[in-house]
């Protein structure tokens, strides 16, 4: 794998790995990516349970943290990959508001279209997370039907969204569409509206 990707020219941003394999078998799966220098690992995705109540919340928060104090005595950072279901309203918060407050050892993958998706500015949090973010995914979104779309169809303002990312220290911006017509193609042109963005 190592050999392939020098001579692709590529580095690992990250990977997603499941909850449950990190609750599973988190000693092989560490072993895994280390061999393949990945340092950063992403849990792309929990239901609404896990977010439903301040309490559903705070166990998330307590658990994703474990994990991060686990893997961080590995060397591998832990990050957390938001959709839009983590914005639902809690007595006047968000369950990803208190997401944030709640963890330790933990930061963010934030996906700029899933935020835009559930009525809030991508800009404004990523100015608020500051350094607790260091990937970030550039989807586009027509915000009225949630749906995913190729950059530059959609409501998200992409350009406000990657100078914020600069601004506050991201790591990398990484191109996602859920569910591209063209797979190549639209790699090509997100890969082209990327660098456009630079």
């Known amino acids: 794998m190592n050999d392939a990707l020098n001579k692709a020219g590529l580095d690992i941003a990250g990977a997603h790995v499941d909850a449950d394999l990190l609750a599973e078998s988190v000693e092989e799966t560490v072993s895994r990516y ?4 990945c340092g ?6 929990l239901d609404e349970s896990y977010f439903e109540t301040r309490d559903a919340v705070e166990r998330t928060a307590e658990e994703l943290s474990k ?9 591998i950072s832990l990050h957390y990959h938001n959709h839009d279901h983590e914005f639902v309203p809690l007595n006047g918060r968000t369950a990803f508001d208190i997401l944030v407050e709640t963890t330790t050892q ?5 996906d700029v279209g899933w935020v835009a998706a559930a009525g809030h500015d991508p800009v404004e949090l990523l100015d608020e997370l500051g350094s ?9 979104v027509r915000t ?3 749906e995913p779309v190729e950059l530059g169809e959609g409501d998200v303002d ?3 969204c990657a100078e914020a990312a600069r601004r506050t220290g991201v790591e990398w911006l990484i191109y996602e569409h859920d569910q591209p017509n063209d797979l ?8 082209e509206y990327l660098l456009a963005l630079e």
């Not at 994990?67 to 060397?75: H, K, P, W």
């Open 132 to 140: 607790q973010v260091s990937l970030v995914h550039i989807k586009d």
């Open 34 to 37: 280390q061999q393949v220098g």
């Open 67 to 75: 994990f991060g104090e686990r893997l961080s005595e590995e060397g």
């Open 106 to 110: 933990v930061n963010f993958e934030l």
């Open 40 to 45: 950063t690992f992403v849990v792309p995705y």
């Open 144 to 146: 009225d039907s949630r």
């Open 184 to 191: 190549m193609a639209s790699l090509q042109h997100g890969s």
């Open 158 to 160: 992409l350009r406000a």
